[in-house]
C-alpha cells in the first residue's frame, strides 16, 4: 500500500500490538540489564497512542499522524523511551512534511532523521549498546534498497531486518549509555531493550505496508 | 521575587521530598516538583512526564527565571525536550543544571532566596556536591560538576589579607550566615578561602559545620583582599546579625 496516514496509522496499531505480545520479553531483557520496566512503559505508551488515534479526526498526512503519536508518547511512556521515541518520531514528521505519501527517499530521509533525534537526545554513539545499534544499521540497509531502485514497502522491510540483526548484536556489548552502563561489564551477554523495541516498531512499518512493494 | 526551582525526578516522592526539604531554608521560593509520570489516572507511577515538567516550568518562572534540577537519564532528557518546547523568550530565562540533585536543589534554593540571579543560582547547584567522593559520582554527574573549582584558572595575583574571628551566635556558620558570606564574596575580585575551603560557596561553607565559639579563619588574595576579609569580619562579629542587645541568641 502507498505510504499515506492509513499506513502511518496501521504502523502504530501494529506497533502497539507488537509491543503489547512482547511486553513481558522486554520486561526480561530490562531486568537484566536495567529497571524492568521497558516493556511497561512502552504497552502503556502505544496503547494511550492508539487511544488517541481512534479518538481523533481521520488524518490527513502521515505526519500528522507521527507528530500526535510522538506527543503522546513523551507523556505516557515515563521511562528514557519516552523523550527517545517521542524525538525520534517528532523529527519522522518533520522530515515526512506536508506530504500525502511517502516514496522510497523520503522513507530513507524519514528514518534518518528519526535516528539522529536519537543520537540528539540521548547523546549515544553506535557500540554504546542502545536502540541506536538498531536505528543506524536500518537507516543504511534502507539507503542501500532505496537506491537499488525498490519500493517504499521494500525499504521498510530492509529496515526491520537490519534493526533485527542490529539489535541481535548488542547482545555481547558493553553498555556505556543509560541505566546498563552502570553495570558495566555485567551488561554484556544480554540484549539491549531499546534494541529490541526499535526491531519490533520497524517490523511494524513494514508490516504495515504489506511487505515489499 | 525570585528565581524558581523545578524539581524533576523519577518518582513523585523524591521530587516532592526535595521541595520540602529546601523550602525549609527558602521559604519564599517557588518550589515546583515534577516527579512521575501519572497518565492513565491512578496514583502516580515511577517515570517522569514531558507534560508534568513543563507545566511546572511554567508555575515556577513567572518571569523572574528558572532552575531545573533532575535525577537520571530520562529525567535529563525529558527536561531537554521540554526546554526546545519553550517560546525564545521564556527559553533564555530557563536553565538546566548538572548537579547532584539534593545538594544542588538545597544551595540553589538558599540562593534563590537570597535574590540571586539564575546563573547564581545554577552555580549553586552544580558547585553543591562536598559530600560525597567525586570520583564515585561517575557516571551519574560529569566530572566537572562532581569537582568544583578543579577548573579554576592560574592563582590570583595581588594584595592579600587575612583574619579570623570567633563566631558569637548561637547558631554559628548555619545555612543563611552562609549564604550571605558566600553572596557578599562572589561579588569582589578576591579567591578568598575560609577555614581552607572556598569561601564563595555556599554549601562548602554550611560543611564546614562551624557552631558557637568555633573560629572562623581566612585568606583572601586579589584586588578585593582587604574589603574581602573586612566583609567577613564584620558580619561574622555582628552574629550575623542574629544577636539580641544582650548578646544572646
Redesign the interface.
Given at each position: 500500500m502507498a505510504l499515506d496516514a492509513g499506513w502511518a496509522q496501521e504502523w502504530l496499531r501494529a506497533a502497539a500490538r507488537a509491543v503489547a505480545e512482547n511486553r513481558t520479553h522486554l520486561m526480561e531483557l530490562d531486568r537484566a540489564i536495567g529497571?524492568a520496566?521497558h516493556g511497561e512503559?512502552m504497552d502503556?505508551g502505544f496503547a494511550?497512542v492508539v487511544a488517541k488515534l481512534d479518538a481523533g479526526p481521520p488524518p490527513a498526512t502521515p505526519a500528522e499522524v507521527l507528530k500526535a503519536a510522538a506527543?503522546t508518547l513523551?507523556?505516557?511512556?515515563?521511562?528514557?523511551?519516552?523523550?527517545?521515541y517521542?524525538?525520534a518520531l517528532l523529527r519522522a514528521a518533520t522530515s515526512l512534511g506536508d506530504a500525502a505519501e511517502a516514496q522510497p527517499d523520503a522513507v530513507v530521509a524519514m528514518l534518518s532523521a528519526a535516528r539522529d533525534g536519537i543520537v540528539a537526545?540521548?547523546k549515544a554513539e553506535s557500540g554504546d549498546k542502545t536502540m541506536i545499534d538498531a536505528w543506524t544499521p536500518a537507516v543504511e540497509a534502507a539507503a542501500t534498497a532505496a537506491s537499488a531502485g525498490a519500493g517504499p514497502g521494500a525499504v521498510l522491510a530492509a529496515a526491520a531486518n537490519a534493526a533485527q540483526a542490529g539489535a541481535v548484536a548488542t547482545d555481547p556489548l558493553v553498555a556505556r549509555k543509560?541505566?546498563a552502563?552502570?553495570l558495566g561489564e555485567r551488561s554484556a551477554g544480554h540484549r539491549d531493550p531499546g534494541a529490541a523495541s526499535t526491531a519490533l516498531i520497524l517490523a511494524a512499518a513494514a508490516e504495515a505496508a504489506g511487505g515489499p512493494g | 521575587m525570585s528565581v524558581g526551582l523545578v524539581i524533576v525526578s523519577?518518582s513523585a516522592k523524591i521530587a516532592e521530598g526535595v521541595c520540602e526539604l529546601a523550602a525549609q531554608m527558602a521559604a519564599d521560593v517557588r518550589l515546583v516538583p515534577a516527579g512521575?509520570?501519572d497518565?492513565?489516572g491512578g496514583a502516580a507511577?515511577?517515570?517522569?512526564?514531558?507534560?508534568?515538567v513543563a507545566n511546572a516550568i511554567t508555575k515556577a518562572g513567572q518571569g523572574d527565571g528558572v532552575v531545573i534540577l533532575t535525577d537520571?537519564?530520562?529525567a535529563v532528557?525529558?527536561a531537554?525536550?521540554a526546554l526546545e518546547f519553550l517560546d525564545e523568550d521564556e527559553r533564555a530565562t530557563v536553565r538546566l543544571a548538572s548537579a547532584a540533585l539534593v545538594e544542588g536543589a538545597v544551595a540553589a534554593a538558599v540562593q534563590a532566596q537570597a535574590g540571586g540571579s539564575v546563573e547564581d543560582v545554577l552555580r549553586a547547584a552544580e558547585e553543591a556536591v562536598v559530600s560525597i567522593r567525586p570520583e564515585a559520582l561517575e557516571?551519574f554527574v560529569s566530572r566537572s560538576a562532581a569537582a568544583p573549582g578543579t577548573a579554576k584558572a592560574a592563582a590570583p595575583e595581588g594584595p592579600s589579607a587575612s583574619g579570623s574571628w570567633v563566631l558569637p551566635n548561637d547558631m554559628g556558620l548555619h545555612a543563611r550566615p552562609a549564604a550571605v558570606l558566600a553572596r557578599g564574596l562572589a561579588d569582589l575580585d578576591a579567591e578568598v578561602t575560609v577555614n581552607g575551603i572556598d569561601g564563595k560557596s555556599v554549601m562548602l561553607l554550611m560543611s564546614l559545620g562551624l557552631g558557637k565559639g568555633k573560629t572562623v579563619s581566612a585568606q583572601a588574595v586579589g584586588p578585593d583582599a582587604e574589603a574581602a576579609i573586612e566583609l567577613i569580619g564584620a558580619a561574622v562579629e555582628d552574629g550575623f546579625g542574629e544577636m539580641n542587645e544582650d548578646g544572646q541568641h
Open positions: 529497571d520496566d512503559n502503556r494511550a506527543m513523551m507523556s505516557t511512556v515515563g521511562g528514557a523511551a519516552g523523550p527517545l517521542g524525538t537526545r540521548g543509560g541505566r552502563s552502570y | 523519577h512521575g509520570t497518565a492513565g507511577r515511577i517515570g517522569t512526564s514531558f507534560e508534568k537520571l537519564g530520562s532528557m525529558t531537554e525536550m557516571p
